[in-house]
């Protein structure tokens, strides 16, 4: 009978021997899965629950050891291209302008584990300048800009442009410089200096060829009536007849139908010229000027003031981009850099530059700004109401210093107000074929007239060389 409570006792101790090996097994379990989820956040947040972005009133994980994001461009006001004219996100004097995404802050890949609290982080990787750089860096926020565009930059930075905005719109261009605009200028600059053309004798010609013609007026009166409050804000602000407003249009690109010479836009050509400095950046142009080798002091002295000058241009190019958010491939352009409807040089810009559409910027490439700002640059240098013709001939000049650029501008406007073509008028009336009258000899004329000789034909007048700004 005494075994009764001994097996009642080994029984109890059995049953509670297994319900604390039960317990102890989900106690561990229970601490293994609270390590998991440490080792993938720290608060039990994985990365598969991370949103897209970091919230606003939080700051975005970094791993230790990487350096902090860049603050958002936003802030600066840079709208982001979308290279299809206009801007993402639009901008249009609203004032809502997208955030560029160069490099900004990106949500952690599905699995990436953050470091263990015991895990000693590494010094900060020493900062490198990105032009001793083949590959980008891994900063948010930063921009790669190619090596050969480091003196630009340089440049730019000690004349106060500097900042991520800058190194985005530096990083859009090519990696290396075209060689074709200093080229270009140089091979004009070497045959007129070694090789000048011989005097011509036949006079010059008065006006460009084929601009005075009945259809193009008919194209003008009609591009002013389809843009009517345009012309008409412009002539009241700053005293611009329409008619003289619409024919350099007409001249400059045709009424915007031609607004590039070369395929390389404004940005990229005058870059290229501020570092092309010394005849060996220009290896495919030098066999195109005969001789080159007997005068590599010439290139020395001038290369470098062509340079400079187009590095004047492009600081003030860079100015009116960060200043009206201009995209830089929306700048085709003549071929030594001028841009827009009516061909600005950029260094232009910011002092005759005017807004036409109330948009609160200058984008020489709508009708409105373009307008605006060719009348002030005329008003500017002297155009009013009542002027007499010589001075108005002056003022043209001034837009480009070119006679006949002026004289086929103020032509093409005396046409549009009901002129009839100078060209035209002064052709000589053409011959009339018939009989001479038989001389007062008293003597029988003879039975026939001799043929008149044939008057020789005019001698064509020369095709004016379309002007560079």
Known sequence: MMLQPAFAVHSFCRRAWSVCGLAGCLLLCACSGAQTAASRGGDGITSYDLPSSPAASQPSYSPAGAPPAAPSNTAQGYATPNYSGGYAGGSNGAGTTAAPSYGGPQSQAPGYAAPAPTYAPSPAPTYTPSYQQSQPQPAAGSAVIAPAWRPLADRLAADGLSGPRVDALLATLSATPTQSPMGRKMRELYNRKFFPKPPSTAPAALYYKGVLTDANVQLCRQFVAQNKRAFDQAEARFGVPSSIAVSLLFVETRLGKVLADVPENAFYTLASMSVTRQPSDIPD?????????????????????????????????????????????????????????????????????????????????????????????????????????????????????????????????????????????????????????????????????????????????????????
């Open 285 to 469: 142009w030098l066999p195109r000027m005969p001789g080159y080798q007997e005068h590599l002091d010439w290139f020395a002295e001038i290369m470098p003031k062509r340079a400079d000058w187009a590095y004047k241009e492009v600081k003030a190019l860079v100015e009116h981009m960060l200043r009206d958010n201009i995209d830089p491939h929306h700048l085709p352009s003549s071929i030594y850099g001028a841009v827009g409807l009516c061909q600005f040089m950029p260094s232009n810009i910011a002092t005759y530059g005017a807004d036409g559409d109330g948009d609160g910027k200058v984008d020489l490439f709508t009708i409105p700004d373009a307008v605006a700002s060719l009348s002030n640059y005329l008003a500017k240098h002297g155009w009013k109401p009542g002027l007499p013709r010589t001075r108005q001939h002056q003022i043209l000049m001034a837009y480009n210093h070119a006679a006949i650029y002026a004289n086929t501008i103020l032509a093409l406007s005396d046409m549009i107000n009901g002129a009839p073509s100078p060209e035209a008028s002064a052709k000589p009336a053409p011959a009339t074929a018939g009989k001479p009258a038989p001389a007062k000899t008293g003597k029988a004329a003879p039975a026939k007239a001799a043929k008149p000789a044939a008057a020789k034909p005019a001698s064509k007048a020369p095709k004016p060389v379309k002007p560079t700004n």
